[in-house]
Every structure is written in structure tokens, then in C-alpha cells.
């Protein structure tokens, strides 16, 4: 018997009027919207708030929560499903949670049960293409959700595997969106796929290529991080960059640079057209984010930066890792993390981005008097209304 062909939405569901009000309710906020107003600084009292110019919700993730509730109107009687978190905040999915939507991640839900009276939501980074396939199998409606930036990377790493070069992709190897991209290089048979961390893994890479170098060491190293059956002696003869969208953007380009050399080193200059490719697959709005909060940082004078997005928001700890280069800096998940004046709950700079349960205290983080700078960001998947929480905090403490 064949399955039963899947209904798909990816550009919406009609009703982005029936649910504008609804999402303005839940994530403006008028302050914020004011500070904007107010060339992004916000003064009270001995307190001045410089906004960063570019912060909080992207344009993926705005798109992703407003056809999540789309797709709860329009399918009134039906299970709504997401396939686990829409996107890194937790008051969003909180919400979509008290909005009736369920959680296929959740110990209780049994995906594979679902069948075509389901509706399925994608999330904004996307899903692997065995998911994809299986929920497409079992009949599901599917609300896809997955960003325009996320599927330009996807095209590249699919060609990549099609012309037979093996995808090294800067990313976070747990992170959602470096498994579903990766999965895109296993749609062709000789598809390969290496995930590298950071500049250093990446070294490690450019080394076995220009050197060769102990085989059973590179494999378990990178054991969790390349595709099935991979051979750096081979599949590395051909490569091509690309990067979890939301990496940092400096450390993306050099990286893309150290494989370029790398290669040049190992087969000389004029090989380099055949055996190594390089794309800008860096996302607009992570981009714009980081150079908003880089401007920031060079222009004004701060005692402080407070960052704010979930701790395993990937674009959220690129952002406070800016920022702790240069200033005394607070990653913190929401406003119910600043404590009082005396004490703030954060996660320190540099923690893995995948574990969500590290969390310092630190003690005396706000000066008792006196006139205080204080700069602010957030994350992609931060709404305005966490934003303006965050002021009017600071302004009581500063009371
Ligand atoms: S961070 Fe970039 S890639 Fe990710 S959802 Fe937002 S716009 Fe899309």
C-alpha cells in the first residue's frame, strides 16, 4: 500500500491577519519600541541603555513563530506537533506550548505513531532528511518552517556532495541545524560530510590534509563529527566550505581561508579550482547582529553589557562572545536572571553553547552609585518583550 502524499505549507497558512494581534500581545513591547525611537539609548535616572541597532528576533524566526500560530487556527481540531524547540527561547515555546501545541521531543509523545490527521511544524533550523522522509511517510501535514538562509546552505552542500566534494562545515556538531545540513550531504551515495567547532578542530583538519598524520587518532577525534565510513585519507582530496548559519562570522571566513591554504599547500595553486569551493553561507541577520553589536562596542563608552537569549542559542553565545572581548559581560536567558542589583545568574562566556544548565551567580555585578553604561543585546530568537523586561529591571535597580 502506498503512503498517503503529505500536505506541505511553506509559505504560510492565510491566516496572518487572524493571528498579527495576537503575536503583537505576546512579543512587542512598547518600551522597546520607544528606545528604538530614541536613537537606541534609553536614559533613567544614573542609568543610560545603549540598544545595539540590530538585536533580537531575526527574520527566519519571526516567520517561524508567526506560521506556528497560523497553523493552530487554521487546524482547530487536530494534534498541532513540533518536531522539538521552534527556535532557542524558552518563553516562546513555553507559549506555543500554553497555545495547545505539542512536543514530538517530549518522553511522552510517540512520533511514530503520527498519521495523516497530524500536522507537523518544521522548525526554522530545519530537520534531517531521514525525519523529513519519515514524516513525510507517515502522511503528516507539514508546516515548514525551515529559514531561506538555512535552505541556501543546504543547496551548497548538496552540490557539494553531487560534484563530489566532502562538506566541512563549521558548526556545532549537537546543534539541530548543523544535523539536518549535515544530513543534506548523504542524499547523494558518495556524500561526505566533517563538522568542525572552531578554529582549533579546524587546524587540526588543514594539518592531516597538508601532512597526512595518524588515521585512528583523526577518527576518534572526530568520530561524532563526520559521516558514516569517512577516510580523511580520501575525503579530504576535495573540499567545500560551508557553516551553521548563526557561527560566529569572523571565525566562519577564517576558517573558509586556513582550508583554502591548506589545499594550495597540498596540491599547488593551480589545483585549487578542482578540488577545493568555498560559498558565503553566512546568514544576513547573524551578521548584521554581530557587526550592530561590534559598533556598539567601539562607540560607546560601557561598564557593562548585558547579552539575552537562551544558553543554547548558538547566535545568542557568539554574540556575548563579542562582547566579553571587550567589556565586563552577562549572557542571561531572561530578566528573572537578574536577581536584585547585588546578584545576576548567567552563563559564562565560552561555556558549550549545548549545554543549557551551566550558570554562574555573580555577586556585586551592578556599581551601587554613580552614573552607569550599560549595553544591550539579544539574540535571534529573543522577543522585544524580554528586551523591554530587561530595561525596566535595570531602571529599578538603579532606583
Ligand atoms: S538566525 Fe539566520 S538562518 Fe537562523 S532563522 Fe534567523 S535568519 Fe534564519
Redesign the pocket.
Known sequence: MSSPQPLIFRKGLDMKDAVAGELAAAYDSALVDRVRGNDFTHSSGRLVVHLAREFGF????DR?VDYAYQARRRFPGRNVFLTGEI?HNPHVNDRLRTEGIRFLSDPTEHPDQLGPDDVVILP??GVTVTEMARLSNQGCTLVDTT????LNVWKNVVRYAREGFTSIIHGKVKHE?TRATASQALKYPHGRYLVVLDREEAGMVCDYIRHGGDREAFLTRFAPAMSPGFDPDVDLERVGCANQ??MLMSESLEIGEMFRAAMRDRYGEEALASRFRAFDTI????QERQDAVIALLEHERLDLMLVVGGYNSS?TCNLARICAAKVRTYHIADPECMLSGEEIRHRPVGAPSTTAGVEAVTRSWLPGSGPLSVGLTAG?STPNNIVGEVIRKLERFCE
Open positions: 531575526c527574520y527566519g524566526v517561524a527556535i526554522a533550523f529559514c531561506g538562509s538555512v541545524e548559519t548563526t546568514c544576513s541577520a547573524t547566535n535571534a
